[in-house]
């Protein structure tokens, strides 16, 4: 096969392939646009990828028939908080992993290597008794604290930490700085790479939890947005047009951050797979 | 790592400022992941039950007995190796064929590159919910109704997430959907990462495309593939979101997991006791699947 007969063919199945690949977000987006009635009615044909009318009711509907703002901020604030806060303490860490010297740093480390391997599922039912216990429940707290130090963040940090040169190090230790001032002055502004990374993993891997909402929380106040739409989807009546306009607010604010930092996103994807 | 002999009082503060750093993330890691997690062991030996009369107490494996006798929770792991089984391969050919295709500097190829990972930013809660609505049952129907166009009418409608058969393979296409750009992106870094020589060199061997495929990119590949491969094995054993959502298990079982066996017991009936011992389980099957990939990978890159 000659190259320019191919190059139309390459095109012409990678266009097929990508319209049925995103065929779901085509449903989702034109049914959040139409009446209710005609979403389930028009889901057979080609209507359904058509935004008939290019109503927003079923947006308004969403805001009257549930809070969703609040959602949306707890949303907010709860992954803010684990990512922000667990940026710090797992650099940190990190840094005292990879270019300290001191007492029971091998022997901690393997423990921290260790415990990567254990998924929350595998330790959510006794969590989940702990923070009973403590009367956590239905609280930000107990959507936060479990989740701030983080081995596998650990783990990328000190990975790219001990790949970075240490002659500027060497440079502020001559000039007297301790460990916290040369992490802060020198090491962190020149790690910003390995920051985005891990920052948005925690934030992908975190944004969509479900099942630790589930089992801790059960009042609205404070629940996000993943848990709020398989709420809303079981709150009669049965409205598909609203459900979807849901889903697209749910979804909008981040894949505009994904659109915006895509390169980002893929490479701190790749993090996970290639070390440092 | 050789520790000095005699410390002096400046190398000593340091070693402290490094405790200091470490300190929040360690405390965190134990307190949430390896307390919970011995918890979880010993709970498994017990017959611990919320609000429950009988006193605590030691009941050994009997526990672990009760769990393998129950068709329940035998069908909630076999169901999770079918979906191992089923969607491993599918996913990594799929992303593999994708990363393939959309490895070459051609104009666009950025705009598809976006396309086929945007579901991967979409929660798989939200997921789950538009593919209910999708696997509707009924002529009209969206999954019915694509079927019946590409069969040229062949196919007769059903009810996926209410059909024995089907239910589960609905749920494992929702899941292949939602992760095929995660592993697309990381097998395409990884096809980047081989040096174009050894193509030119293949090349001037005179291999065509299909024998370079096999002789320089698989090879080449092998890591990414073989770590792509663990991830996707290890989250099909904690599958819970989806079927949470599209068949609370059912029908009769036919889509349960041990994740949502474990919340069932947990959480449902108070069996605290019971569901850590299914997530006990749970956590054995990952570090078998952890441990079969160190010896397969054997090499002394690390991954995870």
Redesign the interface.
Not at chain 1, 272 to 275: H, L, N, P
């Given at each position: 096969m000659s190259r320019s007969a191919g190059?139309p063919l390459?095109?012409l199945?990678?266009l097929l392939?990508?319209l049925l690949?995103?065929s779901?977000?085509g449903?989702?987006l034109a049914?959040s646009l139409k009446p209710d009635a005609r979403?389930?009615?028009?889901?057979?044909?080609w209507r359904?990828f058509w935004p008939a009318g290019l109503s927003l009711d079923n947006y308004l509907d969403v805001f009257a028939r549930v809070d969703f703002v609040r959602y949306l901020l707890n949303s907010l604030f709860i992954n803010g908080m684990i990512v922000g806060v667990g940026l710090l303490?797992?650099s940190?860490?990190g840094?005292?992993?990879a270019r300290?010297?001191?007492?029971?740093?091998?022997l901690?480390f393997g423990?921290?290597l260790a415990?990567?391997?254990?998924?929350l599922?595998?330790?959510?039912?006794?969590?989940?008794?702990?923070v009973s216990l403590a009367g956590w429940r239905d609280t930000y707290l107990v959507q936060i604290?479990?989740?701030?130090?983080?081995?596998f963040s650990?783990y990328l940090f000190y990975t790219y930490f001990i790949g970075m040169p240490r002659e500027l190090e060497e440079a502020a230790r001559i000039d007297g700085a301790?460990?916290?001032r040369t992490?802060f002055t020198i090491i962190v502004p020149n790690a910003k790479p390995v920051f985005a990374s891990v920052a948005i993993l925690t934030f992908?891997t975190q944004?969509?939890a479900?099942?630790w909402p589930?089992?801790v929380t059960s009042s609205e106040a404070v629940r996000p947005?993943?848990?709020a739409?398989?709420t809303f989807?079981s709150l009669p009546p049965l409205q598909?047009g609203d459900?979807?306009a849901f889903?697209v607010m749910?979804?909008a604010p981040?894949?505009v951050v994904?659109?915006l930092f895509?390169r980002w996103?893929?490479r701190g994807?790749?993090a996970?797979?290639?070390?440092g | 790592m050789t520790m000095l002999t005699k410390s002096t009082p400046n190398q000593k503060r340091r070693g402290l400022t490094a405790v200091f750093m470490s300190a929040p993330a360690l405390l965190g890691l134990l307190l949430f992941v390896a307390v919970p997690f011995l918890l979880a062991v010993a709970l498994g030996f017990t017959n611990l039950r919320l609000g429950s009369p009988l006193p605590l107490e030691w009941l050994g494996f009997e526990q672990y007995r009760r769990i393998f006798a129950d068709p329940s929770f035998s069908r909630a792991l076999l169901n999770n190796l079918l979906f191992a089984f089923t969607v491993v391969p599918l996913q990594t050919v799929l992303a593999l064929l994708l990363a393939l295709l959309l490895n070459r500097s051609l104009g666009g190829i950025a705009f598809f590159r976006t396309l086929f990972f945007m579901p991967v930013v979409f929660p798989l809660s939200l997921v789950a919910v538009v593919w209910v609505l999708i696997f509707a049952p009924g002529p009209n129907g969206m999954m019915n109704s694509f079927l019946e166009l590409v069969s040229f009418g062949a196919w007769t409608p059903r009810d996926f997430l209410h059909d024995p058969q089907l239910a589960l393979p609905a749920i494992m296409l929702t899941s292949i959907w939602q992760g095929t750009g995660f592993q697309m992106v990381i097998i395409l870094a990884g096809l980047q990462a081989i040096p174009a020589e050894l193509y030119e060199a293949a090349a001037i061997d005179g291999a065509r495309r299909w024998r370079q495929f096999w002789h320089v990119t698989l090879p080449q590949l092998r890591n990414t593939l073989i770590f792509v491969v663990l991830v996707t094995t290890i989250l099909a054993f904690r599958l819970f979101d989806q079927v949470q959502i599209m068949t609370q298990g059912g029908p009769h079982d036919a889509t349960t997991t041990v994740m949502f066996e474990a919340v069932q017991a947990a959480f449902a009936r108070q069996q605290v006791a019971r569901g850590a011992a299914m997530t006990v389980v749970l956590f054995l099957v990952v570090l078998l699947i952890s441990w079969l990939q160190r010896r397969v990978a054997r090499q002394e890159r690390e991954v995870l």
């Open positions: 190059v390459f095109y199945s990678l392939l990508g690949f995103i779901p977000i449903f989702m049914g979403v389930l009615v028009e889901a057979g044909d359904v303490v797992n940190l860490a840094y005292a992993f300290l010297q001191w007492r029971g740093r091998e901690l423990l921290v415990v990567m391997i254990i998924p599922e595998a330790i959510a039912v006794p969590l989940f008794y702990m604290l479990p989740f701030i130090a983080n081995a650990i301790g460990p916290l992490f992908l944004w969509g479900f099942l589930l089992m947005l993943p848990l739409i398989a989807h598909w459900i979807f889903g749910m979804v981040i894949l994904f659109l895509q996103f893929v994807v790749v996970t797979g290639i070390k | -």
